[in-house]
């Protein structure tokens, strides 16, 4: 069908909305509430009011779809008065704190607000006055720099299925919180960060640690070593010509860190390819000694925590190995003292994480110092006046953890996990390769849930990839019945893998998430190795410190136990 | 607290069967009335019947005026606040409630015997200004009269003592 | 009374039980028996639906037993006349009723005489009801002074006594949706039947279409009577053309408009008349399913509906196959818990699915999308209440209810500074005028009315010059009020429109959902202004230029939240604001340029000072001032610090030497 925005004529398909119709056509209307990966717009922000041939009322257009002739106006002289009245309102009541906020200078709300030209404080009244709820080791709330824009409760309810927060009160007061107002620390939060991710304030945000690593390398007393997850690099590449790839990008990273004072800087994709290893092994211990099947995947530690709080009952079908980060912390903390020398200086082990779940992950566990996101990164590349996006700089990342292969870096997307243990477990189980090479396509993808069976020589594996917390619901009662005879499951917290997580980049964009996945395929195809097993580093690493997979030291440094936590039955 | 979870579960139970998202307003509605307010323990209760997270619950429990997360005093005012009462001078009984009762902030006297709660209209306009004690209407009042009724109230209260 | 005497078989020869009424169960109660012919049972359904006219076979009272009744007393009236009855060994019925609507002169008392005819009496209450049982039933004086007047009296035997519709207040009313208020026993489903009840449902589902009902209900002009006005048939026709097999009616009972309480007193005085309404509706949409969904603020409204609801099922009329005519239908109750907003259609859905009230955008409009995705219809009580009359009476007599183009009438509320309040139906489109003085009676004596508040929050205030107006629904909105659901607050010299403003605007910013920016932050901010502007002016020039700059962004402000709100409710949430200052702005700037209320109202205003020469000293002041804003030494001349003063006026009302003076 046609439409006309601003006079000019354009294409839409049936259900597009006019305000995903007008982006098109390049005309971008504001909009707080919505979100365009997430379903039902709230209409609540009403800024993205529109005027439309034969409606005497402005209307939303993130609700309103295309009809066939419709004639729309974006920005009209009414609109544009109405938007800047709106926008007037929303500061009114909001702190005028915009310099030492967190979201200084990278503020949705701020941009909007130049946007539609609210450059006056018109009124002057009660503002909000909540505490600030710090309770958690991953994000912070702050519900006086809320908006009640409602996509923090959109993604948590609806997108991820946690539940953790909504709409309390009415009126003036609302105000976003988990039930009975209590903090995080002790709600059904899983700390995956989405909330924090799409909110157009400094509402939520991750609990920020650049003042600790700050501290940390102005320490003399302390070696600073950074371990960088696979997310990272294939999200800076955003902007970038694509015949950079993520490996120089890693390095470019490297050397940048090691400018602002680290004193080494490894792969995390390394401990990725550990993990497999142990993870491979793990699942076929299961499925020959009849240990509890189906096993799910315990590398995205928002999962772990969903597991934790909401579904102790699968505790047992739990992978034991700690996620990579904290695999690759043990391990520097283990191995690194002997590769140099630390001269007596504690070790301070820093990890840069696409993740905000990490953070509380690496508080509980205690092998990781401090967890920079992705966000955090950039903030720590102003203090120190690092122009990254200038930087060209590179340096090879540090033995022992620098390498790894294909199938490890794999790990930041939705399906990666899982096709990386399938190529090694195959080898592990059959002795043979995957038939069909070591692409596993039927892993990769956007469906919420992706359900296959591989083969290699005699051994078949019935496997399932769950693609955001929001799909475990619905789908693991099928992935538990016996008959299903499922034997791993792989989990994501985040639609899309860590390449999608909640200390990524602010954005409320699914293409951006979709091209982090092609890069991450690309750099496996490119990779001379592309099987974890066959990382030369993670051979040494068996041949002179673990032995074997699963074996002792493994188990006192790779693996890890659950507990329940699950929030309110203590409260009744 | 443990008397409080029983009846809800009591209530939750004689609708088991029917327990879907939509019952979440009667079931809150119920155990308020059996216990005069709604606890955390019961509204966790409620949110695992209807699988619905807490949160959700305590959204949908904050947003009605309904409501109420504390025990009551032991009589409850509502003073209505309607236009027509406003016009007939509701306001001056809401101050001197006030005072005579020495109300706190939550609404509650001193003494915990009394509840007063501002209501948006009762719906009795004709008989303007109105206040509801424990249920029923009195109309036409002046703090005179108003005066009067607590006095009863009071009587009865050391009388029954 | 637990099972249907009406509808239960006259003799064996009745095809149907009374649990299942058969196709002419409903023509059989003023024309049967139709299936056989025989005189005895003619004369036995004579006798039962008489006796259910009346209420009984010999003397019986009814006692007007509505919220408000029982405010005055009528519920002590009843004890006190079971106790004369049981001392004196007569054995008379008492019936409670609802309202007759003249809410003023509760509690009412109907006695239906020996002959059957039906003598008013009012201003009864615990104090007097003994005087007039010994009037009536002692010394057999009817006629005594609480006799209002008479109803049908065919015969001419009550020659002396005023027909009631002849009184004031209610000779210009036309009673259609209130006609069995206060008349006919509300927990009897035998005495809705006798009183004309489900005729209408009988006739539209036996014989007629459902696309001939919604054709019949919009010929009739019949618009949607809580508010917008939407026409009423033309919703129907739209949720009929769905072609979807679940579709909903709703029976919007969740009347928050302050001042308004013409659904409360419908529902306690006649629900029946609700429950056909529906019946209807929900037929002509092809609904199985209704619920109302009424405010927990009307504990006997839900009672008493709940009554009638459970009596129509045992009698048959809802369930399945009604009448025999295949048609099923049910009725759920839905109590609101407190929220202003849930009068708003799509607010409504989201509450009874079990949500946070708020309203989500239209469209698509629930009779297209609603309650679980379902097409849903949602009416208030008055409308459905009328429906039962329009299909009855047909489409033209509605039409020619009402005055010029405008059909039907409307109940509206009276209250505030009026004599007579209550309820009174007139034809859509009477004066405004008449209404609030031929009825009303006007202000109280040595009071002059100064406006008429209609529309509640949605509304305006509408002066005394413009009340020859019509009240029709084009006329209210172009004088910046509307015709809401029906509440007319009547308010003399002694208010304030800027507070009336201010009173509105805290009502709103209290109910507003928080959903949206423009009615969550400008209710807000409107109500600081108006809240300013009633305040004396104190502090630092900075305070008092804020409180000018306030008044010039108001208006401002008003068109914002009118403008871009998402539901009704904030896109009428500055009607109160903006119409108070089109008729009223000398008011305004009273407040703002000279921070006086003309109308003494405003108390932030108020200055008193105390008169030293009348002063003894007494200190009686200083001790009830709830701000410590009055100092002086014993036996001396007192004095205030106006800064310290609220202008509550406890030190005037105290003053046993009258020397507190108001000065502003």
């Avoid at chain 1, 925005?5 to 971008?28: F, M, P, Q, S």
């Avoid at chain 3, 003494?600 to 001032?625: M, Q, S, W, Y």
Wanted: glycine share 10%; proline share 5%; hydrophobic share 40%.
């Amino acid at each position: 069908m046609k439409l006309t925005i601003n006079g000019k004529e354009i294409e839409a398909a049936r259900g597009e909305t006019v305000l995903k119709a007008a982006r098109r056509a390049g005309v971008d209307i504001p909009h707080l509430c919505s979100l365009d990966w997430a379903p039902s717009p709230a209409a609540s922000c009403r800024l993205c009011v529109v005027e439309v041939e034969g409606s005497p009322r402005l209307l939303t257009s993130c609700t309103l779809e295309v009809t066939d002739g419709m004639a729309v106006r974006t920005h009209t002289p009414r609109v544009l008065k109405a938007r800047r009245a709106i926008m007037e309102l929303l500061i009114a009541s909001h702190p005028q704190d915009c310099l030492s906020c967190v979201r200084g200078g990278d503020c949705e709300l701020a941009a909007l607000a130049a946007d539609v030209g609210a450059r006056r404080r018109r009124y002057v009244g009660a503002v909000k006055q909540h505490p600030v709820d710090i309770s958690s080791p991953a994000l912070w709330r702050d519900p006086d720099k809320c908006v009640l824009c409602g996509r923090c409760v959109t993604v948590c309810h609806d997108v991820q299925g946690v539940g953790a927060i909504d709409f309390t009160g009415r009126g003036f007061t609302t105000k976003v919180a988990p039930g009975f107002a209590v903090g995080l620390n002790v709600s059904e939060c899983v700390y995956c960060g989405q909330c924090a991710r799409v909110c157009p304030t400094g509402a939520i945000v991750e609990r920020d640690q650049v003042d600790d690593v700050v501290a940390a390398l102005a320490d003399p007393d302390a070696v600073v070593v950074a371990q960088v997850a696979p997310a990272v690099p294939a999200t800076l590449l955003e902007g970038h010509s694509k015949s950079e790839g993520v490996r120089v990008m890693l390095e470019r990273l490297a050397a940048a860190l090691k400018r602002v004072g680290f004193d080494a800087v490894f792969d995390t994709g390394f401990a990725a390819d550990l993990t497999i290893m142990e993870e491979a092994a793990e699942l076929l211990d299961r499925v020959q000694n009849g240990g509890v099947l189906p096993m799910f995947t315990s590398c995205s530690p928002a999962w772990v925590n969903y597991v934790e709080t909401h579904r102790p009952d699968l505790i047992p079908h739990l992978s034991t190995c700690k996620s990579p980060q904290q695999m690759a912390g043990a391990l520097i903390r283990e191995v690194y003292p002997r590769h140099a020398d630390l001269a007596g200086k504690r070790l301070v082990v820093v990890s840069v994480m696409p993740c905000t779940a990490k953070k509380s992950e690496a508080q509980e566990l205690s092998d990781v110092d401090h967890v920079l996101t992705t966000r955090e990164l950039e903030r720590l590349w102003g203090r120190f006046g690092i122009v990254f996006d200038r930087f060209t700089e590179q340096a090879p990342l540090d033995a022992p953890f620098a390498e790894a292969t294909g199938a490890g870096r794999l790990f930041a997307g939705s399906g990666g996990v899982m096709e990386a243990a399938v190529r090694t477990a195959a080898v592990m189980a059959a002795g043979q390769e995957l038939e069909g090479g070591p692409k596993v396509a039927e892993a990769r993808g956007a469906e919420g849930v992706r359900r296959f069976t591989v083969t290699a020589g005699d051994a078949r594996l019935n496997l399932a990839v769950v693609n955001g917390l929001g799909r475990v619901n619905e789908s693991v009662d099928g992935l538990l019945a016996p008959e299903a005879a499922v034997h791993f499951v792989e989990v994501m917290s985040c639609p899309g893998g860590c390449v999608g997580g909640g200390g990524q980049p602010y954005d409320t964009d699914a293409q951006a998430v979709r091209e982090r996945l092609e890069r991450l395929y690309e750099v496996d195809r490119r990779s001379r190795t592309r099987r974890s097993h066959e990382n030369a580093d993670v051979q040494a690493l068996y041949e002179d410190l673990l032995g074997r997979p699963l074996g002792e030291v493994s188990h006192r440094l790779l693996h890890r136990t659950y507990t329940d936590r699950s929030p309110h039955r203590a409260a009744v | 607290m443990i008397v409080v979870a029983a009846t809800a579960e009591a209530i939750i139970a004689a609708r088991e069967g029917s327990l879907t998202r939509d019952q979440m307003i009667p079931l809150l509605q119920e155990i308020q009335a059996a216990e005069g307010f709604i606890s955390a323990a019961a509204m966790v209760q409620v949110a695992e019947a209807l699988e619905t997270p807490v949160s959700r619950v305590y959204g949908v429990a904050t947003f009605y005026n309904q409501f109420r997360f504390a025990p009551l005093g032991e009589h409850v005012i509502e003073v209505c606040r309607g236009t027509a009462c406003h016009v007939k001078q509701s306001l001056a009984l809401a101050q001197h409630l006030k005072r005579r009762l020495k109300l706190r902030d939550d609404g509650n006297s001193a003494d915990g015997l009394y509840t007063v709660v501002s209501v948006a209209c009762l719906g009795a306009c004709s008989i303007a200004p109105v206040i509801r004690l424990d249920g029923e209407f009195y109309g036409h009042l002046t703090t005179e009269k108003l005066d009067a009724l607590l006095d009863g109230v009071e009587a009865g209260a050391e009388e029954a003592a | 009374m637990n099972h249907s005497e009406l509808l239960t078989p006259c003799c064996p020869r009745c095809r149907h039980t009374t649990a299942t009424p058969c196709v002419d169960a409903i023509a059989c109660l003023d024309h049967g028996p139709i299936c056989h012919d025989e005189e005895a049972c003619r004369r036995e359904r004579a006798t039962r639906l008489e006796r259910a006219r009346r209420g009984g076979d010999g003397m019986t009272l009814y006692v007007g037993a509505g919220t408000c009744g029982r405010a005055n007393g009528a519920l002590t009236v009843i004890e006190r006349m079971n106790a004369y009855f049981d001392r004196q060994g007569l054995r008379v019925p008492i019936v409670e009723t609802g309202c007759v609507g003249y809410c003023q002169r509760e509690v009412f008392v109907d006695l239906v005489t020996a002959d059957g005819v039906r003598l008013s009496y009012c201003d009864l209450g615990p104090e007097t009801v003994d005087e007039f049982l010994q009037a009536v039933f002692g010394d057999g004086e009817l006629h005594n002074r609480f006799l209002l007047g008479r109803y049908d009296d065919p015969d001419d035997l009550y020659r002396g006594v005023k027909p009631i519709d002849e009184t004031p207040f209610f000779a210009r009313q036309t009673k259609v949706v209130l006609a069995n208020c206060g008349v006919v026993d509300p927990a009897s489903l035998d005495a809705a039947l006798a009183a004309g009840g489900f005729r209408a449902a009988a006739r539209a589902l036996v014989t007629m279409t459902p696309a001939e009902v919604c054709a019949e209900v919009a010929a009739s002009g019949l618009r949607g009577r809580g508010g917008a006005g939407f026409p009423t048939g033309q919703k129907w026709k739209v949720a009929l053309d769905q072609p979807r097999s679940q579709k909903y009616l709703i029976c919007n009972a969740d009347e928050g408009d302050p001042g308004a309480f013409m659904d409360r007193a419908v529902l306690e005085s006649d629900p029946f008349r609700v429950v056909e309404g529906m019946l209807i509706a929900a037929y002509a949409i092809g609904a199985t399913r209704g619920y109302v969904y009424c405010r927990a603020e009307y504990p006997l409204a839900i009672e008493r509906l709940g009554e009638a609801i459970r009596q129509c099922r045992a009698a048959g009329l809802l369930g399945k196959d009604i009448l025999g005519s295949l048609v099923d239908f049910d009725i759920t109750i839905k109590m609101g818990a407190g929220a202003f907003v849930c009068g708003e259609e799509t607010a409504i859905l989201a509450s009874i699915e079990g949500g946070r009230g708020m309203p989500r955008p239209r469209p698509p409009y629930p009779a297209v999308s609603g309650l679980h995705g379902c097409p849903t219809v949602l009416n208030n009580v008055e409308t459905l209440a009328n429906v039962p009359s329009v299909v009855d009476n047909g489409a033209a007599w509605f039409r020619d209810l009402g005055y010029g183009d405008a059909a039907g009438t409307k109940v509206f509320a009276l209250s505030g500074r009026v004599r007579n309040t209550g309820l009174v139906e007139v034809p859509v489109g009477i004066p405004l005028r008449e209404v609030v003085y031929d009825i009303g009676g006007g202000a109280p004596a040595g009071h002059h009315i100064k406006a008429v508040q209609i529309g509640g929050p949605s509304g305006g205030c509408i002066p005394d010059e413009y009340l020859d107006v019509a009240t029709d629904y084009g006329t209210l909105q172009e004088l910046g009020a509307m015709m809401g659901s029906g509440g007319m607050v009547v308010m003399d010299e002694r208010s304030c429109m800027v507070d009336v403003a201010k009173f509105f605007m805290e009502f709103i910013r209290n109910e507003s959902c928080g959903k949206c920016t423009p009615c969550r932050e400008g209710t807000t901010r409107m109500h600081e202004i108006l809240s300013e502007l009633t305040e004396r002016p104190v502090g630092d020039d900075l305070r008092r230029l804020e409180r000018f700059r306030g008044i010039l962004h108001l208006e401002e402000l008003a068109e914002t939240v009118k403008e871009t709100s998402l539901c009704g409710l904030g896109q009428s949430a500055a009607n109160p604001v903006l119409s108070t200052l089109r008729f009223f702005r000398d008011e305004y700037e009273a407040h703002v340029l000279e921070s006086a209320c003309p109308a003494g109202a405003c108390t932030g205003l108020r200055v008193f000072d105390i008169d030293p020469e009348r002063c003894t000293g007494c200190a009686l002041c200083a001790k009830n001032c709830p701000s410590g804003a009055i100092l002086g030494k014993r036996k001396f001349a007192h004095s205030i610090i106006v800064d310290r003063c609220t202008g509550c006026g406890a030190c005037a009302d105290s003053c046993p030497k009258q020397a507190v003076l108001a000065v502003a």
